[in-house]
């Protein structure tokens, strides 16, 4: 099992900077690759950004590509994600998973943490 906790959220405006944390405790954390997702109101819940086990390969969403940076430290056990330019479609409940295998399903999720960004 994997327990991740996520942090950072918060109300902001437009053109502002959050940073996400997620915590991982149980199972070795560096054995896992991670993701960030987001479910905004009334949509399906899309993948924002992926980073590999090593940190060494990483994917973004083209809606965030040069604005979001994701990033681990696998001595914290935690994986990160660095928003710039906040717009209000960045609006939505961000969530953390983490899966053994890449490609596979994500096998463990957070609780999730709010960000909304007012125009």
């Known amino acids: 099992q994997v327990q991740l906790v996520e942090s950072g959220g918060g109300l902001v405006q437009a053109g502002d900077s959050l940073r996400l944390s997620c915590a991982a405790s149980g199972r070795t954390f560096n054995m896992y690759a991670m993701g960030w997702f987001r479910q905004a109101p009334g949509k399906e819940r899309e993948i924002v950004a992926r980073?590999?086990?090593?940190?060494?390969?990483?994917y973004y969403a083209n809606s965030v590509k040069g604005r979001f940076t994701i990033s681990r430290d696998n001595a914290k056990d935690t994986v990160y994600l660095q928003m710039k330019s906040l717009k209000a479609e960045d609006t939505g409940v961000y969530y953390c998973a983490a899966r053994r295998y890449s490609p596979g399903t994500y096998d463990y999720w957070g609780q999730g943490t709010q960000v909304t960004v007012s125009s």
């Open positions: 980073i590999t086990w090593s940190g060494g390969i990483t």
